[in-house]
């Protein structure tokens, strides 16, 4: 499945570990909420970033005392209609200033990438390798947003108060 | 009206290239039909029985003539040559072809309409009172708001994908016309002491299997709130409204679940984190809206021009004014609904003729302006009242003069087994024949206000429980079966209906109905009581006695 960040499609540095694999010394790995839960100090302890996949039922609160120190939240979309995590990702990026990577995973496809920056994503697993070609010229679709969002793109109702004082100066 | 300006105009633009991806990467396979239908429902289109199914939004129920014209154009063009308003403010055609969905978009995209959101799991199409703006004692015009949240709901990041469809509805009148109480969100705007602008806001209202009606989770949300206020509700129902079964998905079932103290606490606490964000308003943006809404340039005329005089000699235009014209809030100007009704008609239908012709009638008599109301009729908000009797007849040359608003055959109806895949029984026959049942207009004057909805399955778009009769069809050993409620309503009093009785088969329908009507007759303290006040005077056993004596 490829991986789009920083706009791109990239290599994935983290590995996926299954809760009952012994840790690995070094490198990046991503691990369930529970493995996370009942093991917080081994694992953040080790070399190598840590990533938690956390899942879209799972208060996000539980999280929040170890944001600093994770590399990497990946939260779940088990189908493309299950909405629960871009309401995550806000909390995370907008409430809790969550500057790491945010990725989205499960039924991730073209349709849902400009929602997804919207909500704070800014990793992709992308189910299609042409949906992922596609990243940039997909995100590129919408230039007008109603909603204001952590993301900081000007909302239409800004950019109305701008053209008009604009106008006003001009007059 | 309100006039999109080139950011409104850009992003409809857009969702309609996008859309165009969609349908070309679904007719090439590249996507399943699986991941299709949740963007094709993200833009009104259905797979019904026969074909799709294309749903347009007509926000709170404002249309201009040209608006009108391109409906008409996409009926002749793309479909068979009409169209069904709904009970939602929306406008259904039922004959389009995949292929060309994205053309139909692109020409309605010319004129300011859209179909984003009139299906799927997210914020629906918001509706108001169709007499926003010239109702008598409105406490403002409500569309104002309607439009501020019609954008600020419009592609929403975080609530596109909520765990089941979203609906909201405003009004501004004492007279709900909105049918508030059966939304997800009801807003009802009032005035504090200050004399500031803003809402009471009501909760998990809604129909479909399981009827509730909604409650206040808040009496007063100021203007400059109602974003962040909505956006807490909502996120409160998303993360924790039900996805494991779709019917108990609806916010009204977590409003039921936690009742609606614990739900209100919770969304408390989420609105005092968002409350101060850049979701606040300000008054300048309310302003800004405001002034790209146009109001007409109004004459001073009398209360009673000599043309409206004279013509009160003619009973059939007297009849047809009695019902079908309302007082405006400016003197010498009425409100006319125009029944799309007529006897042995599906309810709410209108032909792509009709619809130029009215949009050429509102040109000429109501500053091209047309309203389109919950009841599946539609409203010329401001026609001179000199200009009532030329326009009655115009009206009555196109079949648009039914004189049956509010009484017994201005029924609402859903397609029922007609069209819609989900059906368990027809509902367009059998309003049908009600209204030749009811034809004779002395004996549906008799009876006075009455309002019949029937739903051909408990998914409940007629909106059965709320009608003062209530039909609903449901399949008993692979017969259609219709169950009868009496005591519904759906305005500021809203309430359920209640089950009269067995159910009965198609054919019996329209008998019970009359019997029922005849009960009421008989039962009724004076004329002047309505059916529903007969109901609730007596509640439903002297009706059940009745009906079901001879039975
Ligand atoms: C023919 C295609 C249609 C289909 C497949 C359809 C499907 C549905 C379904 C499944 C629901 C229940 C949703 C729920 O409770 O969660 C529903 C509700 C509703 N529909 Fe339709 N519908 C159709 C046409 C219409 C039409 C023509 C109207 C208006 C006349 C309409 C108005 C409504 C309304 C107002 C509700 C909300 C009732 C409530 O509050 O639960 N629908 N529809
Ligand atoms: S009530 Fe049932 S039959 Fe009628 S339109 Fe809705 S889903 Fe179809």
Redesign the interface.
Same mark, same amino acid.
């Given at each position: 499945m490829p991986l789009v960040k920083g706009g791109k499609i990239a290599d994935d540095t983290f590995t996926r570990l299954a809760d009952d694999a012994p840790l690995p010394a070094s490198g990046d790995i991503l691990v369930s909420a529970d493995r996370f839960v009942k093991d917080t100090d081994a694992l953040l302890a080790r070399a190598g970033r840590l990533g938690v996949i956390w899942p879209n039922n799972r208060d996000i609160e539980e999280l929040v005392p170890h944001l600093a120190r994770l590399a990497a939240v990946a939260l779940v979309f088990p189908t493309?209609?299950?909405?629960?995590a871009?309401?995550?990702a %806000?909390l995370l990026r907008e *409430?809790y200033a969550y500057r790491g990577e945010l990725r989205a995973t499960g039924q991730v496809?073209r349709?849902q990438f400009?929602?997804?920056l919207?909500?704070g994503f800014d990793s992709f697993e992308v189910r299609?390798q042409?949906d992922a070609e596609a990243f940039a010229q997909t995100v590129k679709?919408?230039?007008?947003?109603?909603?204001?969002?952590g993301d900081g793109r000007i909302?239409?109702?800004h %950019?109305?108060?701008q053209l *008009?004082h604009s106008e006003g100066v001009g007059t | 009206m309100y006039a999109y300006d080139e950011i409104d105009r850009t992003l409809v633009n857009e969702r309609v290239s996008e859309f165009r991806d969609q349908v070309k990467r679904r007719l090439s396979g590249e996507l399943t039909e699986d991941e299709f239908k949740i963007l094709r429902l993200q833009n009104g289109v259905y797979l019904q029985l026969h074909a799709y199914m294309f749903r347009v939004a007509i926000p709170y129920g404002t249309l201009s003539s040209d608006q009108l014209r391109r409906l008409a154009h996409i009926a002749r063009r793309y479909d068979r040559g009409y169209g069904h308003f709904t009970t939602r403010q929306n406008i259904q055609f039922n004959w389009i072809k995949l292929a060309e969905l994205p053309d139909a978009l692109a020409d309605l995209a010319e004129v300011g309409i859209h179909a984003m959101q009139t299906s799927g799991n997210n914020m629906r199409n918001v509706t108001s009172d169709q007499w926003a703006g010239v109702a008598p004692g409105e406490i403002e015009d409500p569309r104002i708001w309607s439009e501020l949240l019609r954008q600020h709901t419009t592609l929403h990041p975080e609530f596109s994908f909520l765990p089941r469809k979203f609906k909201i509805a405003i009004t501004a009148s004492d007279h709900d016309r909105a049918a508030i109480k059966i939304h997800d969100i009801g807003l009802r705007l009032v005035k504090n002491e200050k004399g500031e602008t803003g809402f009471e806001v009501l909760v998990g209202g809604g129909l479909g299997r399981t009827p509730f009606i909604a409650k206040t989770i808040k009496h007063f949300v100021h203007g400059r709130d109602i974003l962040s206020y909505v956006e807490a509700i909502l996120r409160v129902y998303n993360q924790y409204g039900r996805r494991d079964n779709i019917y108990k998905a609806r916010i009204k079932i977590l409003v039921h679940e936690l009742g609606i103290e614990k739900f209100s606490r919770e969304v408390e606490d989420e609105w005092q984190h968002i409350r101060g964000s850049s979701l606040q308003i300000d008054d300048e943006v309310i302003e800004d809206i405001r002034s790209r809404f146009s109001y007409p340039a109004y004459e001073k005329l009398p209360h009673m021009p000599d043309e409206l005089r004279q013509a009160a000699a003619d009973p059939a235009f007297e009849a047809w004014r009695k019902n079908s014209v309302a007082s405006h809030k400016v003197q010498g100007y009425s409100i006319v609904t125009i029944s799309l009704k007529p006897v042995g008609g599906p309810p709410g239908d209108a032909t792509a003729e009709q619809m130029d012709a009215l949009a050429d009638l509102a040109e000429k008599y109501s500053f091209g302006e047309i309203r389109v109301g919950h009841e599946q009729n539609l409203a010329l908000p401001h026609v001179a009242k000199r200009d009532l009797p030329a326009l009655w007849r115009a009206l009555d040359k196109l079949g648009l003069a039914t004189p049956n608003v509010n009484l017994i055959s201005d029924i609402i109806a859903c397609p029922g087994l007609d069209y819609c895949s989900l059906a368990n029984a027809r509902s367009i026959p059998i309003a049908q024949e009600l209204t030749r049942r009811f034809a004779n207009h002395e004996l549906a004057n008799l009876i006075g206000r009455l309002h019949i909805n029937i739903s051909g399955c408990i998914n409940a778009c007629g909106h059965h429980h709320v009608g003062h009769i209530g039909i609903l069809g449901v399949e008993k050993n692979g017969e259609e079966v219709y169950q009868i409620t009496i005591g519904g309503r759906a305005d500021e009093n809203a309430a359920l209906g209640n089950l009269i009785g067995p159910g009965v088969k198609f054919e019996e329908v329209a008998d019970v109905i009359e019997d029922v009507v005849e009960a009421y007759l008989a039962l009724r303290e004076r004329p002047e009581e309505l059916f529903i006040d007969t109901v609730k005077r007596l509640g439903v056993e002297p009706f059940k006695e009745r009906v079901y004596a001879t039975r």
């Open positions: 493309f209609r299950d909405g629960r871009y309401s995550q %806000r *409430r496809l349709d400009v929602f997804m919207r909500a299609k042409a679709r919408y230039s007008v947003f109603y909603q204001p969002t909302t239409a109702l %950019r109305r108060m *008009r | -």
